[in-house]
């Protein structure tokens, strides 16, 4: 198995898993359309949650693609150095983008974060 996998252990699965990177989000990138919250990891590896409302996608099939399209870019973004718990959540119009948009602007969202993940690190809060 490729340590880029979207494996059950890279997965936000249950409300004990999501309540804290709701509590406390130290890490937030926000967009018109969606966004994203994160939290150093407890664990050794970078997770991810979804939060797709039917509310804000009509579609099934706008949804879903939402889903595969954010568990894609974070598979390929997230690496070994830095681990987060991260919550994606859509907002209204997200199923009216096309692809090539939403993944250009979830790639600069999900940098953002890690980016301020990596300078939390580097630099502990006392």
């Not at 979207?6 to 699965?13: E, P």
């Not at 919250?37 to 050794?44: E, F, G, I, Y």
């Not at 979804?50 to 949804?63: E, G, P, S, T």
């Not at 974070?74 to 209204?92: C, E, G, H, K, Y």
Request: charged letters at 30%; hydrophobic letters at 40%.
């Amino acid at each position: 198995m490729s340590k880029y996998a979207f494996t059950r252990s890279r997965r936000l699965l249950n409300s004990s898993d999501f309540q804290p990177v709701f509590d406390n989000a130290p890490f937030r990138a926000s967009h018109k359309y969606f966004l994203i919250l994160a939290r150093p990891s407890n664990t050794d590896t970078s997770r991810l949650g979804l939060v797709i409302a039917k509310k804000n996608i009509k579609l099934a099939v706008d949804r879903n693609r939402v889903k595969r399209l954010v568990r894609e870019c974070f598979r390929q973004l997230t690496a070994d150095d830095i681990a987060v718990d991260a919550v994606f959540l859509t907002r209204r119009g997200l199923g009216e983008m096309d692809n090539a948009d939403f993944t250009k602007q979830l790639q600069q969202q999900w940098q953002r974060v890690l980016k301020k993940a990596r300078k939390a690190q580097i630099t502990p809060e006392s």
